[in-house]
DNA sequence: GACTCTATCTCGGTA
DNA sequence: TACCGAGGTAGAGTC
């Protein structure tokens, strides 16, 4: 139970979800503790030619193994040569912790609504529709309701997304008047343009200024 | 100029498009030939904890590397303790052959429309527009244009790029009367509500029966 | 270089 | 479990 690191001649084939097939050539086979494998070539990234994720059954033939998981995906490996190989018990990962996402700008603005406009109160995170949640449901100081969309870049998608939402919440008569808003910490061109064309109100916050105004516990991440 | 492995324990911070830490554990450190780096917990599929692509600059520090890259993003790496490294040159890979991702799909599709709808028939594949082109333009039996997006797993994006394509086409009075049609091996609820919404017709079909049905020649993949 | 779209996307959250 | 949306999406193709 630990990584597992072969460096080898090799061909690959898989059969799952597609069937793929890679030409003999020196590769670098990973297997991880939980099952999963990856075949990597010297480039193109962190991203494997092939892979199976966890679960699966490695079985090692000698010349060949092969990896099945439980959804009938299966991978062959051709061992023809193999060069080094090498292998390390990791342990369990702490894990990552990020800060700056989509998630964290949501929570900021749910807590200071009217950072996005003077008078605006929440009604509800994640409002929920047949086609998907509206990130911020707001009342304006008319009272009307405001439907918003919270991206880190407010691209031409954000607005597609804030109209389908518009569209599905005007069917809810019990709403009365509704406007749609795109808050992003940009937005691009293209989509300010769009925004407009639509109806929408488009504005940029600052997230570090967020930071300033939220309550001690958001700011401790 | 090769594959590097290091399994080392470390601790890692990345500042870029957004800022991530890794507290100090054992972990797998992968540099390949283009300068990429990955860093990989024993677990979690083939995507790494952290990250970054080529081009960068990597500069050993002795305790700790830097890595950077020309759009500013920067990783960190501490090295407390090096436990394993191995290197190997793996040489140009002469990759890799698929079978059965969208565009074969849209082959199948389009030597046998019928699938889709009774009676339909071809005007053409990859019929162009100003936003792109049409996956499939074809006729239904009271003559009129149908534009068919094809896609692998039917979801809300696919909907969208339709609707796009057909606010498009309806400008060319040419080509009289236009409906949509979504086609898809399985299509998401969220997507059919969408299509439905937006009058569109979607359609299931399935991938070897498709290819039942083709001509020999689309069958030797 | 910018834009568009696919992906064996992966990953996390939620009903 | 399936579905849904975000992603440091990555990567390929086109203009």
């Known amino acids: 139970m630990s990584v597992r ?28 503790a939980d099952g999963c494998v990856a075949i990597h070539a010297d480039g193109g990234a962190y991203k494997p030619l092939n ?27 051709h061992l023809h040569e ?5 292998g390390h018990e990791l342990g369990e990962d702490p894990g990552l912790t990020k800060d700056g996402v989509e998630a964290h700008l949501q929570e900021l603005l749910a807590a200071a609504p009217e950072a996005i406009e003077q008078g605006l109160t929440l009604v509800r995170r994640e409002y929920p529709t047949a086609i ?21 870049r407010g691209e031409i998608d954000g607005v597609e997304q804030l109209t389908r939402y518009i569209e599905r919440l005007k069917l809810d008569s019990s709403l009365g008047e509704i406007r749609g808003m795109l808050v992003a910490q940009s937005i691009k061109p293209q989509a300010r343009v769009l925004a407009e064309d639509r109806g929408f109100r488009w504005v940029e916050v ?14 401790l991440f």
């Open 5 to 32: 690191l072969v460096i080898a001649r090799c061909s690959v084939d898989y059969a799952g979800r597609l069937t793929a097939h890679l030409p003999e050539a020196t590769r670098l086979i990973m297997v991880k």
């Open 51 to 77: 892979w199976m994720n966890a679960p699966n059954t490695l079985t090692d033939h000698g010349d060949h193994w092969t990896v099945v998981s439980p959804k009938g995906e299966k991978l062959t490996i």
């Open 82 to 86: 193999v060069i080094t190989e090498v």
């Open 132 to 152: 998907g949640p509206v990130d911020l449901l707001c009342r304006d100081t008319a009272g009307h309701v405001v439907a918003i969309e919270i991206k880190r």
């Open 206 to 219: 600052d997230y570090d200024e967020l930071r300033g105004l939220a309550p001690d516990d958001l700011r």
